[in-house]
């Protein structure tokens, strides 16, 4: 089983930057992909960013390029989303998952953690 603890959360002005972080633990690996999924209230979960094993990464362009930035940390079994200018749109419960085999199946997900941007 792997575990997903995000932190770095909280309440932040329009066009300021937050750094969210996610540790994983457990039977987890550096191998796997991971990404960043974000939901709003009484809006659809939607992919944010991820980041293969090697650093490749991808990002939801329409909603966030240019503003933020995924990375990781193989040694920590960390992964971060930089995020800068912040939007009120940016508001939502922020989701950290593995995706084990890198075809874009998650099968572990943190508990969330809320980011609410105030205009």
């Known amino acids: 089983q792997v575990q997903l603890v995000e932190s770095g959360g909280g309440l932040v002005q329009a066009g300021d930057s937050l750094r969210l972080s996610c540790v994983a633990s457990?039977?987890?690996?550096?191998?796997?992909?991971m990404g960043w999924f974000r939901q709003a209230p009484g809006k659809e979960r939607e992919f944010v960013a991820a980041i293969r094993w090697n650093g490749g990464s991808t990002y939801n362009v329409d909603s966030v390029k240019g503003r933020f930035t995924i990375s990781r940390d193989n040694a920590k079994n960390t992964v971060y989303l930089q995020m800068n200018s912040l939007k009120p749109e940016d508001t939502a419960v922020y989701y950290c998952?593995?995706?084990?085999?890198?075809?874009?199946?998650?099968?572990?997900w943190g508990q969330g953690i809320q980011v609410t941007v105030s205009s």
């Open positions: 998952a593995i995706d084990p085999a890198g075809n874009y199946e998650y099968h572990y």
């Open positions: 457990g039977r987890t690996s550096s191998r796997y992909t």
